[in-house]
C-alpha cells in the first residue's frame, strides 16, 4: 500500500484530465455568456427600432395610445434573436409604454428573449422570476432570461439656426369677448376687444418691464370685477401649431398648410407705422455684434445666417418698409428653388430639386402680449416655426404656408414649445 501510494506514474494524466475539464468548463461557460450578450444585442436593436417606430407616428401627426403600441410592436417582433428566438413584446405587460408631454412624446418599448445555455442553465445561474407571468422559470428549462429596453421621442426643437429676419406674433384669442368690459375710454364697448388684430388688456404698471402684465404688478381694473383682464393666450392652446390640439378651439384642425403674411407690402398691413415685422439677427441677447441695414437683412433672407434662436430670446425689430432689400432677398431666395410649389392635396412642397427645398426656411415666432411700438422694438421668442416661401404677393409683400419639418438642434425643455413645427426623432435611453 505504501509503494502504491508513493507511486507518481500517471499523476500526469490525473492532471491533464483536471486541467481539461476545468478549461472545457471556462469555454462552455464563454459561449453560454457569449450567446447572452448577442441575444442581448439583438434585443436592443429590436427595442431600438420598435421605440423610434412608434415615436415616429407622432412625427407625422396625432395617434392614439393603441396605434403607436402597435406599430412599436409590428417593428420591434420583425426582428430576431439569435436568427432563431422569437422577439417577445407584450403590450399586456407594459413593453410598450407611451408618455406624452408638452415638449415631446416618449415611447418605451422592453424585448425580451431566452438564450439557451449549455453550462450555466445547469447552476441556475441566470434563473429568475418571468416578467411577463406568474411563477418562476420550469427547472428543466437551461435558458437565460434576456432582455431590453429603449426610448425614443418625437419632440420640438427649439433651437435652430439659418432663420429668416422676419418675426410673426402667435395667435392670442381675439375672438371671445371679456364679459362686462367697457374699454379704456369713455363710449367703448366689449366688442373693442374681439377682432380687432390687437392684444387688449387693461393698463398696468409694467414694474419689471417685460412688456406683459404678470402677478403682482397693479393695474386699472376696467370693468370692476376685482381681477386683471385680457385677451387669452398660450403657446399651445391658442397659438399656432400643426397638429390638432385639444382646447385649441382658435384652429381645431391644426394650422398646417395655412398661409400668412410674413412681411406686408404696404403701411396699411403694418401692426404700426414703421414696422412691418422685419428684425435684426442675431438676438440682442446673445451679446453677439450685428450690421443692421438692408445689405444684411438681403443677405439674411437669401442665406443663412449661422447664429442659433430659441425661445426666450429678445430680437430688435427692424424699422421701415425695406421695399428694395426684401424684393432682391426673396428673389435670390426663389432662384434657388423655381420649380417648387405647394400642393393642397397633399399639404406639402412638391416639384424640388432638393431633398428637402432651400425654399422652405424658420421663421421666429414672438410673444402677441409684448406690443410691437414704433421705432427700435424689443421682441420675445415663443417658438420657431417652419414655413414654404410660397411667393410675393406684390411688392415686398412675402407669404408662406406652415410646415412640419425635422431639423437638428437643441430639444425644448419644460416651459419652453416649438409647436412641434420643428421636431427631431430620437433616441434618449
Not at 447572452?36 to 427595442?47: D, E, G, K, M
Not at 388684430?197 to 403682482?216: A, L, Q, R, V, Y
Not at 425654399?359 to 415663443?382: F, M, T, W, Y
Request: negative net charge.
Amino acid at each position: 500500500m505504501r509503494q502504491w501510494i508513493r507511486n507518481e506514474k500517471g499523476n500526469v494524466l490525473i492532471m491533464v484530465a483536471l486541467t481539461t475539464a476545468v478549461l472545457a468548463g471556462f469555454g462552455i461557460l464563454t459561449i453560454d455568456i457569449g450567446r447572452v450578450l448577442v441575444t442581448r444585442t439583438q434585443l436592443q436593436n429590436a427595442a431600438d427600432a420598435g421605440a423610434l417606430a412608434g415615436a415616429g407616428l407622432f412625427c407625422s401627426g396625432t395617434p392614439t395610445d393603441a396605434e403607436v403600441q402597435a406599430e412599436a410592436k409590428s417593428v420591434a417582433d420583425m426582428n430576431k434573436a439569435l436568427e432563431t428566438n422569437a422577439v417577445n413584446v407584450d403590450t399586456q405587460f407594459g413593453d410598450i409604454l407611451v408618455e406624452r408631454g408638452e415638449t415631446g412624446n416618449d415611447v418605451t418599448v422592453t424585448t425580451r428573449s431566452d438564450s439557451r445555455q449549455f453550462l450555466t442553465g445547469l447552476f441556475n445561474v441566470f434563473r429568475a422570476s418571468d416578467p411577463r407571468g406568474p411563477g418562476e422559470v420550469p427547472d428543466e428549462v437551461t435558458e437565460a432570461a434576456v432582455s431590453a429596453i429603449a426610448t425614443a421621442r418625437c419632440g420640438g426643437v427649439c433651437s435652430v439656426s439659418c432663420v429668416k429676419p422676419w418675426s410673426i406674433p402667435d395667435r392670442w384669442d381675439d375672438v371671445t369677448g371679456i364679459p362686462g368690459y367697457m374699454g379704456d375710454g369713455p363710449g367703448r364697448s366689449p366688442t373693442d376687444w374681439r377682432n380687432n388684430d390687437d392684444f387688449d388688456h387693461e393698463i398696468f404698471t409694467d414694474s419689471n418691464e417685460s412688456g406683459k402684465w404678470e402677478p403682482g404688478e397693479t393695474y386699472t381694473d376696467g370693468n370692476g370685477n376685482g381681477r386683471y383682464d385680457q385677451e387669452g393666450y398660450h403657446p399651445s392652446l391658442t397659438g399656432y401649431g400643426p397638429d390638432p390640439v385639444p382646447g385649441n378651439f382658435l384652429s381645431p384642425n391644426g394650422d398646417l398648410g395655412l398661409e400668412l403674411t410674413l412681411h406686408p407690402g404696404m403701411p396699411s398691413g403694418a401692426p404700426e407705422p414703421g414696422q412691418y415685422y422685419s428684425v435684426r439677427l442675431p438676438p440682442i441677447n446673445k451679446g453677439l455684434p450685428h450690421e443692421p441695414g438692408g445689405d444684411e437683412y438681403r443677405e439674411n433672407i437669401a442665406n443663412c445666417n449661422p447664429v442659433a434662436i430659441e425661445a426666450g430670446d429678445w430680437l430688435r425689430t427692424e424699422t421701415g418698409l425695406m421695399k428694395g432689400p426684401t424684393n432682391q432677398g426673396m428673389t435670390d431666395l426663389i432662384r434657388q428653388d423655381p420649380d417648387a410649389e405647394w400642393d393642397d392635396a397633399t399639404q406639402s412642397v412638391i416639384g424640388s430639386n432638393f431633398s428637402v427645398s432651400p425654399r422652405i426656411v424658420l421663421i421666429p415666432i414672438h410673444d402677441p402680449r409684448i406690443a410691437i411700438r414704433s421705432g427700435n422694438a424689443e421682441l420675445q421668442v415663443v417658438k420657431v416655426a417652419a414655413f414654404f416661401m410660397e411667393r410675393m404677393v406684390s411688392s415686398a409683400e412675402v407669404r408662406g404656408r406652415f410646415l412640419k419639418v425635422r431639423q437638428p438642434g437643441a430639444p425644448c425643455v419644460d416651459g419652453q414649445t416649438s409647436g412641434f413645427f420643428v421636431y427631431n426623432l430620437s433616441l434618449i435611453r
